[in-house]
């Protein structure tokens, strides 16, 4: 009997030392954060989760992280399960930013942080901070190449151009399409761009979940409307990568006119090739190392109880707060610097662009 009560009271001592530090692994002795990514399907979130991963665990955290498969409800389970399993800080790249309440109403309630990863949750007021890019200054630097590719200050002609915006579930793409759009509305308005579909607002020119067939589709429907007689399209302004491919799938199977400038975002390595083939004129690089790095640098802040860095407090409100930010920034990518911000950095090696 002596023996079993002390077996007993060594039992109650190891769950209650389990109770106290709920976040760690079993038996790992390690804080565990939770990683949620929305799908596998797009080559950055690989990436993203990927070099999050390797980041974190080499920082001596464990790391648990899911893919939800551009599935909400999915996504949802996938948080729940990381607030019950313990996780003491929270990062979320959400499939669609309102889609999350419940979940994030959990993580409150357990006082456990939650980080925005690249895209803003909204409708919550339980998003502690936001990690991303400049996602304004993307759209800006996709216009700013536009117009002065075309030298629209000085054009005497007019150039006809389409656009293909991103995700409307998606805070981000509506920053992408308005960063590259304020920089050409005097062109459009002045008549030196011509928008010939007519489609040139943010909710006409989105693609759900930023899906390539959809892009493909959809330009494919333009091409064979508005470009069958032999008119030129001379820009097809893309917010993004996965996006642009569609587009220029489309191109390659239906269109015989003059090759436009097509913008895209994210260094894809099927754009990477496209751009070395001509069919693609630029993309904008996010260096999610980079990202990874700061929200690791954030993560252990929440942690160790520190100020947590951050450099914008006003841009980013989720419609019940605005999110405390920090900013990365992108950098403009073509065939002719790839290999210094590509190569040279270790991003690609030249065999997974050629």
């Known amino acids: 009997m002596k023996a079993k009560k002390i077996l007993g009271t060594i039992l109650c001592a190891a769950m209650a ?38 980041e974190l665990e080499a920082a001596g955290y464990e790391v648990d992280l899911q893919y939800a498969n551009d599935d909400v409800s999915t996504q949802l389970s996938q948080v729940e399960n990381m607030v019950n399993n313990g996780c003491k800080v929270i990062v979320i790249a959400a499939i669609e930013g309102s889609s999350l309440g419940s979940a994030l109403d959990k993580a409150e309630a357990k006082n456990i942080p939650v980080i925005a990863y690249d895209r803003l949750l909204m409708d919550s007021a339980t998003v502690d901070y936001y990690a991303t890019f400049d996602n304004y200054k993307v759209g800006t630097i996709q216009g700013e190449f536009v117009k002065d590719t075309l030298k629209l ?95 220029e799938n489309a191109l390659g199977a239906n269109y015989k006119g003059t090759y436009p400038i097509i913008t895209g975002q994210d260094c894809d390595k099927a754009n990477v090739k496209n751009m070395l083939a001509g ?11 980079t990202l990874a790095s700061q929200v690791v640098k954030m993560v252990t802040q929440i942690i160790k109880g520190e100020t947590v860095d951050v450099n914008d407090t006003k841009t980013y409100n989720n419609g019940k707060k605005v999110v405390p930010s920090y900013l990365c920034s992108p950098v403009f990518a073509s065939a002719d610097n790839y290999k210094e911000i590509l190569i040279t950095s270790g991003y690609y090696t030249e065999a997974d662009i050629t």
């Open 17 to 54: 030392v389990t109770a106290l530090t709920g976040c760690a692994g079993a038996g790992s002795g390690k804080t565990k954060v939770g990683v949620s990514m929305p799908t596998k399907s797009l080559q950055r979130w690989n990436q993203d989760g990927d070099n999050m991963k390797k």
């Open 153 to 247: 200050d000085e054009a005497t002609k007019t150039y006809n151009i389409e656009f293909t915006a991103g995700d409307p579930g998606d805070n981000n793409a509506g920053f992408f399409f308005n960063g590259a759009y304020d920089v050409l509305k005097p062109y459009i308005e002045k008549g030196t761009l011509k928008v010939v579909s007519g489609q040139d607002t943010f909710e006409k020119v989105a693609t759900p979940a930023w899906k390539t067939e959809t892009a493909q589709s959809r330009a494919e429907t333009i091409l064979s409307t508005y470009y069958a007689d032999g008119t030129n399209v001379d820009v097809w302004l893309c917010s993004n990568d996965s996006t642009a491919l569609g587009v």
């Open 279 to 289: 069919k693609q004129s630029m993309s904008v690089f996010k260096d999610t190392r």
